[in-house]
């Protein structure tokens, strides 16, 4: 009998301490305080790439006893989940076959590991109803971020870090411009929402930041990539939201705002004319970003053919640069672990095989957001920029443009996830009714949608 009772305590208790730390980790408090931090995270991405792991890392231990498992496995089978863990799985394996050193090889893992997040937060933002905070969070952020940097133009000295542009508080010019796009693009579902709904304050904040953020864009400070994207979206916005004549309309005040930007601008004169300087360097001594790009990639592609469909390996890419460098000089000389395109980063190390698991990831993501309000405008616009950019640099990849990715398309496809759920569709329903006759109907699900509704 006292064996029993010593086998009966010990399996009572287990699950005890599993109660505890289920009801706990359910308290509105903890659930609050999760919130907070991943929203903290969205904030910091800007200024600090320490403070963004440390909130991301105490967010997923956070995050860890809330899940439901059951659930959690059985949405992995979906390609939204279980694509870019493929991706991160092919690095993992890749490390088999490379042709880099051992350490090429483990840093080869690095710039994909942040993927392996994705799931976490796809799942989270299905049950949070706050996911509005991180996308507010990141806005204010960068809002204080541009107002510096009109700052720090006038005042070089008041720069937090050193850095090798005007206008640039902290970081670098090509983080800092394609936060400022994104906010830009971001905000536009609101103003034209609010415009036609006549609510003339907010549209008037909302448009006095786009134009702030894009006026800094073509005045202080730019990245290139982000110019290039920003039609790309425009086009984007213009199809999902806006009728012909109402498109026609937004590109000829483009156009005439085009026109007296072009006329005012001496800074993004220069930015481009420098396009064709740089196309006709041949050494990396003056300025030939051009050039470079055009030689990574022609390099890259002799790379992919020596081993197309499964690539030279993980971590293989300045292993690759390293080896054609021999005998060489000038731009040819030159050896990076970086082609500068996405594509090329992924097929010079994974080959077809990595490319198909990178744009099925990519079209995955797009899918996510078949919807037209704010958060599915913002998630697509997310996707849709880091495709694009992904061009001209390998920014799914790189730490600030690739968490940015990873954080925007959690939190929005999270959140679009619940809106497609039958429950979620009849609680809005009952809501829209007055939520008289569901009693499950919860207002804080709903977003008023006369400011962040279907436009």
């Not at 483990?106 to 905070?133: D, E, M, N, T, V």
């Not at 709904?197 to 990245?223: C, D, E, K, P």
């Not at 086009?235 to 004549?245: D, E, I, N, W």
């Not at 939520?435 to 709903?446: E, Y």
Request: proline share 4%.
């Amino acid at each position: 009998m006292i064996t029993e009772s010593h086998t009966l305590d010990g399996a009572v208790e287990p699950t005890r301490w599993r109660d505890r730390v289920r009801a706990w980790s359910g308290s509105i408090a903890y659930v609050r305080t999760t919130d907070i931090l991943i929203a903290l995270a969205a904030a910091s991405l800007p200024w600090s790439t320490t403070a963004l792991a440390v909130f991301m890392l105490l967010w997923l231990v956070a995050v860890i006893p809330t899940i439901d498992w059951e659930k959690f496995i059985l949405d992995l089978a979906k390609p939204a989940f279980a694509l870019p863990v493929a991706l991160v799985a092919l690095a993992v394996l890749g490390v088999a076959w490379s042709e880099a050193g051992w350490a090429e090889r483990l840093q080869g893992i690095k710039p994909l590991g942040k993927l392996l997040l994705l799931p976490f937060l796809l799942a989270y933002f299905q049950r949070s109803q706050r996911g509005l905070w991180v996308f507010s969070a990141f806005l204010v952020s960068c809002t204080l971020l541009m107002i510096l940097s009109w700052i720090v133009l006038a005042l070089p000295q008041l720069k937090l870090a050193h850095t090798a542009s005007d206008g640039v508080p902290v970081k670098n010019y090509l983080d800092q411009s394609q936060e400022f796009a994104l906010c830009a693009f971001a905000l536009m579902p609101p103003a034209l929402t609010a415009l036609r709904a006549r609510q003339w304050r907010i549209a008037a904040g909302a448009i006095a930041l786009i134009l702030l953020f894009v006026a800094n864009m073509f005045y202080v400070v730019s990245a290139r990539t982000a110019l290039v994207t920003m039609p790309v979206l425009l086009v984007l916005f213009a199809s999902l939201h806006l009728s012909r004549r109402a498109t026609r309309l937004l590109f000829a005040a483009v156009a005439l705002a085009s026109l007296l930007v072009w006329t005012t601008s001496p800074y993004l004169r220069q930015r481009i004319a420098d396009v064709g300087i740089e196309y006709r360097a041949h050494d990396t001594s003056g300025i030939a970003s051009t050039a470079q790009r055009l030689t990574y990639w022609r390099k890259s592609v002799k790379f992919i053919t020596e081993a197309p469909l499964f690539g030279h390996g993980t971590g293989a890419i300045q292993h690759m640069f390293t080896r054609d460098a021999a005998g060489q000089t000038g731009l040819n000389a030159e050896v990076i672990n970086n082609p500068h395109n996405q594509t090329f980063n992924v097929a010079i190390q994974w080959g077809l095989i990595g490319i198909l698991l990178l744009y099925a990831m990519w079209t995955s993501h797009v899918r996510l957001f078949a919807g037209r309000d704010l958060v599915n405008w913002i998630g697509l616009a997310i996707v849709v920029q880091n495709i694009t950019s992904s061009l001209l640099n390998s920014h799914l990849s790189d730490f600030h443009e690739g968490w940015m990715y990873v954080i925007g398309v959690g939190v929005a496809g999270g959140m679009a996830l619940r809106a497609r759920r039958p429950e979620k569709i009849l609680a809005d329903s009952a809501a829209r009714r007055g939520c008289v006759t569901h009693k499950w109907c919860n207002k804080r699900d709903v977003v008023p949608a006369k400011v962040f509704g279907p436009v």
